[in-house]
């Protein structure tokens, strides 16, 4: 069938406008040396983080626990390692340093309670310049992840990256259940179909080249009405 030139436009806009695969809705990122891969005994990366000292790495507090479906266990600093500026995981760039300490956030219990943020000890300091943190409103921000690209798509062995748009606290209460200002920050389009996903967990929230939170939680990702929910860091800047 042959179709008239603004009926094939009208196609591609409409086509264009679902989302790609990504982190999810992202692509893929140039090569950030600040941003941290976690990876456990078998090599495997579970969770995101950041550099924030030469020797400092913030993460998720939930991060720090294995979960099962019937287990529950802390991750000792021997077990883990920080692949540091590694954006591709098959490749050898950046640093792989060990976890000499795991610091979690004494009041952590579960992602929907808050205090969702830890910071790991690196055995020695890594000659990078970490990323410096400060607090955001509303603003454009950018999450990095190696974490599924979909709901029920695989994680991604490259770093991916999406720009999503810090939200008003009072839409983050009106859409989040128990979402506290104080400790959180969420982001997303009404939308959805750009958000952090599993496995992006610890990773960093960027505004104008500064941390502003870690990936903590969210119902299912980058669905609409369904904002990504993140550590508000400066809330926590005495304690990491
Ligand atoms: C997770 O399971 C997870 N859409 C992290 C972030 C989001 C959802 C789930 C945000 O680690």
Known sequence: MRIS???????VLVLSAVPADAIVGGREAPAVPWVVALADRAGTVFCGGALIDRDRVVTAAHCTIER??????????????AL???????????????????WRHPD???????????????AEPV?????????????????????????????????????????????CAAEVPGYRPEGMVCAGYPEGGKDACEGDSGGPL???????????????????????????????????
Not at 146 to 154: D, I, M, P, S
């Open 206 to 240: 960027i505004v104008d080249g500064a941390l502003v939170g870690v990936v903590s939680f969210g119902r299912g990702c980058a669905r609409p009405d369904q904002p990504g929910v993140y550590t508000r860091l400066s809330r926590y800047l005495d304690l990491i």
């Open 84 to 102: 540091v500026g590694r954006a591709d995981l098959d490749g050898g760039d950046g640093h792989a340093v060990a976890v000499r300490a795991v």
């Open 108 to 122: 952590f219990t579960d992602v929907a309670a808050g205090h969702d943020v830890a910071t790991l000890t690196l």
């Open 5 to 11: 030139a603004p009926v094939f436009a009208v196609l």
């Open 127 to 171: 000659p990078v310049r970490p990323v410096r943190v400060a607090d955001t409103g509303p603003a454009r921000a950018t999450v990095y992840g190696w974490g599924r690209t979909g709901e029920l798509k695989a994680p991604s062995r490259r770093l991916r990256q999406v720009e999503v748009p810090i939200r008003a606290d009072a839409e």
């Open 68 to 81: 099962t479906a019937v287990t529950k266990r802390d991750r000792r600093p021997e077990e883990l390692t």
